[in-house]
């Protein structure tokens, strides 16, 4: 579910206290783009939220989240509750592994 070098190596870059802002600012931006993705149209719209999610998931190592997205941005169908299942599922490995 988690890439876990990818967010040992975010730590390392900018710090336990840096991590946990930056976490926390991404886990609410994909959460808003979540919801947007009810309001977008098809096509290139819908291609682009998928690709701005999958890139915002793999700064914070949510590989399994991610590749949803991918699947999204290439046009293949997504079912929105299984992402947000999927999200809310990483969000929680995320929070045990920072706060262990």
């Not at 975010?10 to 947007?36: H, K, N």
């Not at 290139?44 to 915002?56: E, I, P, R, T």
């Amino acid at each position: 579910m988690l890439d876990l070098d990818q967010l040992e190596t975010l730590q390392a870059e900018i710090g336990a206290d840096g991590f946990a802002e930056v976490a926390d600012l991404l886990v609410c931006e994909i959460a808003d783009g979540i919801t947007a993705l009810g309001t977008q149209p098809t096509g290139a719209d819908l291609s682009a939220q998928f690709h701005y999610l999958k890139g915002s998931a793999l700064n914070l190592g949510f590989r399994d989240f991610a590749g949803l997205c991918a699947q999204g941005e290439q046009g293949l169908p997504v079912d929105t509750a299984a992402l947000q299942q999927v999200f809310d599922a990483s969000v929680l490995a995320l929070q045990r592994w920072a706060n262990p």
